[in-house]
């Protein structure tokens, strides 16, 4: 895969449980510099297809190929309800083996939150949660970001502040993927594909 024309692309991806069939020769593809959404109801194989296409389930059949450089931000926020804003940050600062934390504090500077510092998560509202769990996503500047469900939890300004960093992460030759049921402001999406039982029916836009 060429890093600088794709930083995802699923081809021909099959997956599934039993006798249950999910994924039925799934492509996808997410260009450089592009904001893509995949929606569908539930039960259409996008919480696999999500799963697969960041490296948490493998698939039955097809090909999977995503850049190293990539930040995952599941619907349900894998969050140590004991441990305090600054913790987690600094939990995750060694892992991504950054030098400092300068791109975390930036984050939750835009987001509006950076007096929670101290605070234990057990004690945040569910947007503020996720405007963590979008920090800690973002805070070593990958090349692609994976979003699920993102808008659960979202005030009114937090909801505009995210559609800013979209433009500025596509603005730099970042990628998001943002796996929905439902679409909010499409204008804003490069491309829109349809998973329905576990193939894509169609695109708008392109990518």
Avoid at 105 to 112: A, D, I, P, T, Y
Avoid at 129 to 138: D, E, G, I, M, P
Avoid at 145 to 170: C, I, K, N, S
Wanted: charged share 25%; proline share 1%.
């Amino acid at each position: 895969m060429n890093s600088t024309q794709e930083y995802l692309r699923l081809e021909g991806v099959w997956k599934a449980y039993g006798c249950r069939q999910v994924l039925s020769g799934a492509d996808l593809s997410v260009r450089a510099g592009t904001l893509v959404a995949v929606v569908g109801e539930n039960g259409a194989g996008k919480s696999t297809l999500l799963r697969i296409a960041v490296g948490q389930v493998a698939a039955d059949r097809g090909g999977v190929e995503r850049v190293r450089s990539f930040g995952y931000c599941p619907q349900v926020a894998v969050l140590n309800d004991t441990l305090t804003v600054r913790q987690h940050v600094r939990l995750f600062q060694v892992a991504y083996g950054l030098r400092d934390a300068g791109r975390a504090h930036e984050l939750m500077r835009f987001f509006g939150f950076e007096d929670h510092g101290e605070a234990r998560v057990g004690s945040l509202s569910g947007g503020t949660r996720q405007k963590l769990n979008l920090t800690l996503a973002l805070m070593h500047d990958p090349r692609l970001l994976v979003l699920d469900e993102p808008y659960q939890g979202f005030d009114w300004d937090t909801h505009r502040r995210f559609w800013e960093l979209a433009a500025m992460l596509r603005a730099s030759g970042r990628s998001v993927l943002v796996v929905t049921h439902l679409v909010h402001e499409r204008e804003q999406f490069d491309a829109v594909r349809h998973l329905h039982q576990g193939r894509f029916l169609q695109e708008v836009g392109s990518a």
